[in-house]
Every structure is written in structure tokens, then in C-alpha cells.
């Protein structure tokens, strides 16, 4: 998880049925969150390396996955990931 605005640069386990804003929290890192449910932009980040499973989330475009957006809020990681969080502004 990485973030220079907010200077966090953290590696964290996730296990694979854990959203990862659920564990950054468990671990004592801030992730922005509103809706927890892949429905609004607040916890949007973008994977840099990996993948994950988002399948639940209904907000972000197929062409916005494509790019590597993410919702933290409901995505389990399915590889070791590379992923920027705080990214709510830069989706847009």
C-alpha cells in the first residue's frame, strides 16, 4: 500500500477473504472508506502490480478496471500486490 501524500508505504498481509481496507484498519492504516459496499469512489486506488478479485463492486467502469482502478472496500487480493491508495481525485 502506497501512498506519498499520505506517507504511508506499507506491505501488509491480506489474506484472500479479507478486503484489504478491512485488514489495512485491522493493522492500524488509514484507508478513506464511505459506502463498504464498491458503491461510491472514496476508497478508489489503483493496483501498480498483482491483482485482485473486485467482482463485488458496481461503481468503477469496465474500462477504469482495465486501467487498474480498484475499490479497496471490496477487493481481496489474489496475488502479492502493488496497489496506491488515496486515489479518490485521480479517477476523476
Known sequence: LISEEHDIDETIDCP???????????????????????????????????????????????????EGWVLTCVAYPKSDCTIAVHMEEELF
Do not use: H, N
Open 16 to 66: 484472500d477473504d479479507v478486503y484489504l481496507v478491512d485488514q489495512a484498519e485491522e493493522l492500524g492504516i488509514e484507508l478513506p472508506y464511505s459506502c463498504r459496499a464498491g458503491a461510491c469512489s472514496t476508497c478508489a486506488g489503483k493496483v501498480l502490480e498483482g491483482e485482485v478479485d473486485q467482482s463485488e463492486q458496481t461503481f468503477l467502469d469496465d474500462d477504469q478496471v482495465e
